[in-house]
């Protein structure tokens, strides 16, 4: 297959296949595979990535850049909501400044799919995480109101799900988006929460 140039080899145990042998095995299984047994071969991928997420090293995260937001479409898409969330945790646990897997940070589209699974699911924490992200995406894009909005409702949900951290971060995004807008006088509310929440948590600003 090397010499067809229907697989590229990246190093000893990295390897891609060329989209015309992805789709031949797609339609594979899809005719050959019971629905059942191809959704247990997913929950299975998708619970070594969690396993791996919260095991590996930067390194190992590097390698994975780019099969991680794949595998949790997948489980989204498959209706595995618990295991989509459980890699989604994972990934934030391993890369809580995000700066190792910097591109899943800024992919909308699959922070949305992961927001909508996480109502699906009723999950306030994973909700206020979802669109904790979001808010983060479009503030850097410099969409101001639609990360205002991802932000506010961030702080509500992690209200709801009692998790403060969550909650001081968003307060403290929204803080941030504030004074980005040239509006200081409105970033006294949400930073001075931020504070009080951390202090009740018992956690610092730099966590």
């Not at 791996?52 to 989204?76: C, F, H, M």
């Not at 459980?86 to 995000?98: I, S, Y």
């Not at 503030?139 to 909650?167: N, V």
């Not at 803080?175 to 970033?187: E, H, N, T």
């Amino acid at each position: 297959m090397c010499s067809s140039d229907l697989i590229d080899v990246f190093s000893a145990d990295r390897y891609q296949l060329h989209p015309l042998v992805r789709l031949f095995a797609s339609e594979q299984l899809t005719r050959e595979e019971p629905a059942a047994a191809s959704g247990a071969a997913l929950a299975r991928l998708t619970a070594w990535y969690a396993d791996g997420t919260s095991d590996g090293t930067p390194g190992w995260l590097a390698e994975e850049e780019q099969n991680i937001p794949v595998v949790l479409r997948l489980s989204v898409q498959a209706g595995q909501h618990a295991l989509a969330w459980r890699l989604a945790n994972a990934v934030r646990n391993a890369d809580p400044r995000k700066c190792l897997l910097g591109p899943l940070w800024q992919d909308k589209a699959l922070w949305q799919d992961l927001l909508r699974s996480a109502k699906t699911a009723r999950n306030p924490a994973d909700i206020g995480h979802a669109h904790f992200v979001l808010g983060a995406a479009y503030f850097q894009d410099g969409a101001i109101s639609k990360a205002e909005e991802h932000l506010t409702a961030a702080a509500k949900a992690s209200r709801k799900a009692g998790d403060r951290r969550g909650e001081a971060a968003a307060s403290h995004a929204l803080g941030d988006l504030q004074m980005a807008s040239l509006r200081p006088q409105d970033a006294d509310e949400p930073y001075e929460r931020a504070l009080q929440l951390m202090a009740r948590g018992g956690f610092s600003p730099a966590e």
